[in-house]
């Protein structure tokens, strides 16, 4: 079962950032014997629970090839497989603190995050549109003034409709939620209009809801930004070996395969299938081999 989280001292919350920053994640790892790797509860395909509540997913499996090669780097075949569940709000304090060492989720790789954290070679791309529910009869972001408009904390996509709003003076009330699963339940309860969120990520909670035929996802997507696996700063050697895994699938094929497992076909714990084809940004990045964040 994966560990839970308690609240730290500062003092420790300190030294724990502070030993992470000095040692190598790979050093790290040999030392404890034990590898922290997050995941998130309602990610949808990337990293989600499933009917026994143990994380799997596109992201969580990759993880697992990577975990893989880390035992091989290491020498530590019995490594431990210390699991965190995490959210957009607490994943990067978690990351730098030393409490986890990697994270195999939906998160954006851009620039302001990579003042704090590292990301290794992209894996997905995403646009942010609305979860609607099907009779509302919202298409469109300009069918939300004078509406309630969720998002979840901590995410670029809450940035990005903040300033969105702010900046056109859009008569548009956005408000918080703590994770995907809430702000969903927010618009299917009437609580909220809409849910902006990755598209991907609306696809699969749509799919995964007890009447797909109540929700709709709409609107043009307002950005599109590429999803990465989260590392810490300034660890060449770690990044080395992520990316190797990564480029590794890629060439090899593997990924594609990977890719019409967790998108084209049924997935647990109900069977759904979200029927998302990979986009051209990702086709072109199975060549590129690029880490390169949105802005």
């Not at 995050?113 to 942010?128: D, E, S």
């Not at 339940?185 to 109540?214: C, H, K, T, W």
């Not at 996802?217 to 190797?244: S, T």
């Not at 647990?268 to 390169?292: C, F, R, T, W």
């Amino acid at each position: 079962m994966p560990q839970i989280v308690r609240p730290l001292a500062v003092l420790a919350l300190a030294l724990a950032a502070s030993a992470a920053s000095a040692q190598s994640t790979l050093d790290k790892v040999k030392a404890s014997g034990a590898i922290g790797v997050a995941y998130r509860e309602s990610s949808i395909p990337f990293s989600y629970l499933d009917d026994k509540a143990q994380p799997v997913g596109f992201g969580f499996e990759i993880c697992g090839r990577i975990v893989d090669e880390v035992k091989k780097a290491t020498g530590r075949p019995d490594l431990k497989l210390n699991l965190q569940s995490v959210t957009s709000a607490n994943r990067i304090p978690l990351l730098v603190n030393g409490t986890i060492d990697i994270e195999c989720g939906s998160t954006t790789n851009n620039s302001d995050r990579a003042k704090q954290v590292a990301f290794a070679i992209n894996y997905f791309y995403t646009g942010t549109r609305f979860l609607v529910r099907s009779d509302s009869g919202i298409k469109s972001l300009a069918d939300l003034h004078g509406k309630v408009l969720v998002s979840t904390t901590g995410t670029t996509n809450f940035r990005i409709l903040r300033t969105l709003i702010s900046e056109n003076k859009l008569p548009i009330e956005l408000i918080g939620a703590k994770d995907h699963a809430e702000a969903a339940l927010l618009v299917q309860s009437g609580r909220a209009a809409a849910f902006g969120m990755d598209d991907i990520l609306l696809y699969g909670l749509r799919a995964s809801s007890a009447n797909p035929a109540e929700l709709a996802v709409v609107g043009e997507a307002i950005q599109v930004e590429p999803y990465a696996i989260m590392l810490r700063k300034d660890d060449p050697a770690f990044k080395q070996l992520v990316d190797g895994v990564l480029a590794g699938l890629m060439k090899s094929g593997e990924f594609e395969k990977l890719y019409r497992k967790w998108f084209l076909s049924a997935i647990p714990p109900k069977g759904i299938v979200l029927n998302a084809p990979m986009g051209k940004e990702l086709q072109d990045n199975l060549k590129a081999l690029s880490d390169k964040p949105a802005t």
